[in-house]
């Protein structure tokens, strides 16, 4: 049983709990990281402002422009390379993958701004198509845990940024895993009283995603879209506590299922 685990950028930077937890449970195992908060900090750093944007769908997603994917991929390679060697020290055979998650650049997107649709060019997000699926596969086979940013190739040889959470969802499909544990740093999806919602069917999905805000949309969707692929189960739980996997397999956070 492949299982895929998502963990949010902003967690990422010490996941020796998930690492020691994913160690004791001996299952074979995707890692999928992302990256914004360090984009964010390198971007500041360099002199830039990250700028965000409102698509038509209403999902505030950043303005990727030619210079944010560099410094995208640049915090990417960096947080990767640093997952990688956290793990090992925890006795995980880690590997670090890059050009092994396939999009299509989609150079336009439709925002909406002070209350108008306009056209936005030269973005450098992605679509995803498709992944290297014999790499992964092949390295899950020789038991190591692939560990992967959310960047991706386009047939023009391109970089692009993809959102990590759908990411996780399309490469738990290709895999034919079950469960992805999507792990952040909010102990699962929050009702309007601050309560955590202990399950979402997948048919309620929808109407969540119009109730939560911020990255919690992303995740609702990138929920959706694994229930779609026919992936049984999603968890949306806490990566700052103590066997975080162990946990979420346990129920704890929000699970959503078909
Ligand atoms: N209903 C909600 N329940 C939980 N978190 C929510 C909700 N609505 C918005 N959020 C926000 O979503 C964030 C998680 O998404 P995000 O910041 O993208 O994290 P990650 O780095 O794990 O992807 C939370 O920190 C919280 O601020
Ligand atoms: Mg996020």
């Known amino acids: 049983m492949t299982i895929v685990i998502k963990v949010g950028g902003s967690i990422a930077d010490g996941i020796e709990n998930i690492a020691r937890d994913l160690k004791s449970l001996n299952e074979p195992c995707v890692l999928v990281h992302g990256v914004g908060p360090q984009a964010d900090e390198l971007t500041r750093k360099l002199g830039k402002e990250p700028r965000w944007v409102i698509s038509v769908q209403g999902i ?14 640049r915090a990417a390679n960096d947080l990767n390379n640093e997952i990688v060697s956290t793990f090992k020290k925890e006795g ?33 997000t992605g679509k995803i198509t498709g992944i290297d699926k014999k790499r992964f596969a092949d390295l899950i086979e020789r038991k190591f845990v692939p560990v992967i940013g959310p960047m991706a190739l386009t047939e023009q040889n391109e970089i692009v940024n993809v959102n990590a959470d759908r990411a996780a969802a399309f490469i738990a499909k290709e895999l034919g895993a079950e469960i992805v544990l999507n792990f952040s740093d909010v102990p699962g999806v929050y009702d309007s009283n601050k309560k955590v919602i202990r ?9 969540k995603m119009k109730e939560v805000s911020g990255g919690m949309v992303m995740k609702l969707l990138a929920a959706k879209e694994a229930m779609e692929f026919g992936v049984k189960r999603f968890v949306i739980a806490s990566g700052v506590v103590e066997n975080p996997i162990a946990k979420a397999l346990d129920g704890e956070g929000t699970v959503v299922e078909q």
């Open 60 to 73: 505030r997603s950043r303005y990727t422009d030619k210079e944010t994917v560099e410094i995208f991929n």
């Open 92 to 124: 995980i055979t880690a590997i670090g993958l890059s050009n092994a998650i396939y999009a299509q650049r989609k150079d336009r997107i439709k925002i909406i701004e002070s209350g108008r649709k306009m056209i936005l060019e030269g973005d450098y």
């Open 199 to 207: 399950r979402i069917p997948a048919q309620q999905l929808e109407q």
